[in-house]
């Protein structure tokens, strides 16, 4: 059985910083790209940042500079680095694994951002 379990979300204020990781079980790491994705009450899914099984990165326009997603392939886990972050940021954040015939989510962790 394939998990991911993520953790790191908050409340934090405007301009502050939060790292969320996600945990995978399972042989599917290695194998998959990984994904974060968020969404905002009343808003579709979207994708915040991706990294390739090799370590190639995409971020979306609303998070490039700000944003910083790492993997650690020897212990299965990919983060996600905040910084600077504004109301807008707020959401539930998904860590996704996918490759092919493999979509894994995860239960998703709250992240806050309010003074």
């Known amino acids: 059985q394939v998990q991911l379990v993520e953790s790191g979300g908050g409340l934090v204020q405007p301009g502050g910083s939060l790292r969320l990781s996600c945990a995978a079980s399972g042989s599917i790491f290695s194998g998959s790209a990984m994904h974060w994705y968020r969404q905002a009450p009343g808003k579709e899914r979207e994708l915040v940042a991706t990294i390739t099984r090799s370590g190639g990165t995409y971020y979306a326009s609303s998070v490039k500079g700000r944003f910083t997603i790492s993997r650690d392939n020897a212990n299965a886990t990919v983060t996600l680095q905040m910084n600077a972050l504004k109301g807008e940021d707020t959401a539930v954040y998904y860590c996704?694994?996918?490759?092919?015939?493999?979509?894994?989510w995860g239960q998703g962790t709250q992240v806050t951002v309010s003074s």
């Open positions: 996704n694994a996918r490759s092919p015939g493999l979509d894994v």
